[in-house]
């Protein structure tokens, strides 16, 4: 069955950085756009980034434009977040998840990681 | 960004009765090139990602039982869980995919009476 497991994650102090992974498997991962959401404790869902399958766009929410880049491996079915410049507001869980369509975009999603929670303090 | 909007922020329904939840856009979401609204509604459990349930306003995901239903169209959508379940108790979501910029409602925290 279709499963997105996630690693990475962590406490990390603020100006650092963080790599977060999200491997697919039982499904052709190189067909489907994937996207990183996240949440915020006791928040609500936010949707921050978005690559197309065969990662050759890449589109960014302002809230992490320019600190945050979004790369993935169709070989080893994997993709990745690197969080960079974090601060306190970047405190989250974070979520891939993949859109089951076929589109020049992504729509919604059938399937999500189990979620990593990044916490950026001193 | 489309700002999504939901109401309540929370509700308490008693057991085998009907919750209803609703979700405004500060824009259409309905493509008039297809007719088509591109709004999905997720269920989130404690401690669990969001599930999906309805896509396109109206069409429930595989799995997902006959009681929950969405409507709507435009700016105005609705999800209904008639005959309220124990299982049910969760924060739902409406989100829109209209704009490339998706964006998620506050959540509705759905609890039992």
């Known amino acids: 069955h279709v499963q997105l497991v996630q690693s990475g994650g962590g406490l990390v102090n603020p100006g650092g950085s963080l790599r977060l992974s999200c491997a697919a498997s039982a499904f052709t991962f190189s067909d489907y756009y994937m996207t990183w959401i996240r949440q915020a404790p006791g928040k609500g869902l936010e949707w921050i980034s978005y690559i197309s399958s065969d990662g050759s766009t890449i589109v960014y929410a302002e809230s992490v434009k320019g600190r945050f880049t979004v790369s993935r491996d169709n070989v080893r079915n994997s993709v990745h977040l690197q969080m960079n410049s974090l601060r306190g507001d970047d405190s989250a869980v974070y979520y891939c998840?993949?859109?089951?369509?076929?589109?020049?975009?992504?729509?919604?999603?059938?399937?999500w990681g189990q979620g990593t929670l990044v916490t950026v303090s001193s | 960004d489309i700002v999504m909007t939901q109401s309540p922020d929370s509700l308490a329904v008693s057991l085998g009765e009907r919750a209803t939840i609703n979700c405004k856009s500060s824009?259409?979401?309905?493509?008039?090139?297809?007719?088509?609204?591109?709004l999905a509604w997720y269920q989130q459990k404690a401690g669990q990602p969001p599930r999906l349930l309805i896509s396109w306003a109206s069409i429930r995901e595989s799995g997902v039982p006959d009681r929950f239903s969405g409507s709507g169209s435009g700016t105005d959508f609705t999800l209904t869980i008639t005959s309220l379940q124990a299982e049910d108790v969760a924060v739902y979501y409406c989100?829109?995919?209209?704009?490339?910029?998706?964006?998620f409602g506050g959540g509705t925290k759905l609890e039992i009476k």
């Open positions: 989100q829109q995919y209209y704009s490339t910029f998706l964006t």
């Open positions: 998840a993949r859109d089951p369509n076929f589109e020049l975009r992504p729509y919604y999603f059938d399937y």
């Open positions: 824009q259409s979401v309905l493509y008039s090139s297809n007719n088509k609204n591109y």
